[in-house]
C-alpha cells in the first residue's frame, strides 16, 4: 500500500516568512495529492490538491509543487500570518484501485509573532 | 448546519462494550468515508462507501469493526468488544464521487476505552 513521510513535524517561523512542508511518497501510480489543515479541536479542512499532470498550483500565499520523478511533493507558506498555525496533513491516493486516501503524520506550523 | 455531522461527539466505554457511532453527510454526496486518528498522527483510513456499497476496507481493520450505509444515506460504524487500543477519534467524510476530490470531514467521535 502507500506510504506518505513528512517533515519537518514542527516548523517554527517568524510571522511574515515563508513556511515549507515536503512529503514523499511510495506508490508510483498515485496520482492525487491533497493537502489538509487542522486547527487545533477542529475538522482538517482542505486547502489546495494536485493532480499527477500539473507539476506547480498556486492559490494565494499557498502552493504546491510535486515531482513525480522523485515521488515528493511539497507545500509553501508565503507570508505567514497567525491564523496559519495549525497542523498541516500532506495525503496520496491513487493507484492499485484503492481510493482511500494516506495521509502523513502532520506537521505542526508554529508562526512566532 | 448543511456539512457532515457525527454523534456522539464523545463516547466514554468500559473495555469489552460495543460502541456504535453515526455519520450523516452532506446530502448530495455518495461516497462516505470512515478515518481514525489519534493524537499526533494523520487521519488513517478504515472504509468507505459509494451509495450503499461498501468498496474497500483498510488491512488494518479487524472484524470487530463493522460499517453499513443501507440506504445510502447515513453511516454507522461499530466497534464490538472495544479494547483500550481502539481509543480514538473516528472522523467521518464525504465526497462527490467523480474521481478524486475534497473529502468533507465531519467533527469527529472521541472514543475513550477504559
Known amino acids: 500500500g502507500e506510504n506518505v513521510e513528512q517533515h519537518p513535524s514542527t516548523l517554527s517561523v517568524q510571522e511574515g516568512d515563508s513556511a515549507v512542508i515536503k512529503c514523499t511518497y511510495s506508490d508510483s501510480a498515485s496520482n492525487y495529492f491533497p493537502w489538509y489543515k487542522q486547527e487545533l479541536g477542529k475538522r482538517p479542512q482542505l486547502i489546495i490538491d494536485i493532480r499527477s499532470n500539473v507539476g506547480e498550483k498556486k492559490d494565494q500565499r499557498i502552493a504546491v509543487t510535486l515531482n513525480k520523478t522523485a515521488k515528493h511533493f511539497s507545500l509553501h507558506i508565503t507570508e505567514t500570518q497567525p491564523e496559519d498555525s495549525a497542523v498541516y496533513f500532506c495525503?496520496?491516493?491513487?493507484?492499485?484501485?484503492?481510493?482511500?486516501?494516506?495521509f502523513g503524520k502532520g506537521t505542526h506550523l508554529i508562526i512566532q509573532p | 448546519d448543511t456539512g457532515v455531522s457525527q454523534n456522539p461527539r464523545h463516547k466514554i466505554t468500559k473495555r469489552g462494550q460495543n460502541v456504535t457511532f453515526r455519520c450523516d453527510p452532506i446530502s448530495e454526496h455518495n461516497r462516505l468515508y470512515w478515518y481514525r486518528q489519534t493524537l499526533g498522527q494523520g487521519p488513517e483510513f478504515l472504509t468507505y462507501f459509494q451509495n450503499e456499497a461498501q468498496l474497500e476496507k483498510s488491512r488494518l481493520l479487524s472484524d470487530r469493526f463493522s460499517a453499513e450505509r443501507p440506504k445510502g444515506s447515513f453511516s454507522t460504524l461499530e466497534i464490538q468488544r472495544t479494547e483500550q487500543g481502539d481509543s480514538a477519534m473516528y472522523l467521518c467524510?464525504?465526497?462527490?464521487?467523480?474521481?478524486?476530490?475534497?473529502?468533507?470531514f465531519g467533527e469527529g467521535s472521541r472514543l475513550t476505552v477504559l
Open positions: 495525503a496520496a491516493s491513487g493507484g492499485g484501485g484503492a481510493d482511500g486516501l494516506t
Open positions: 467524510a464525504s465526497s462527490l464521487a467523480q474521481g478524486y476530490g475534497e473529502l468533507f
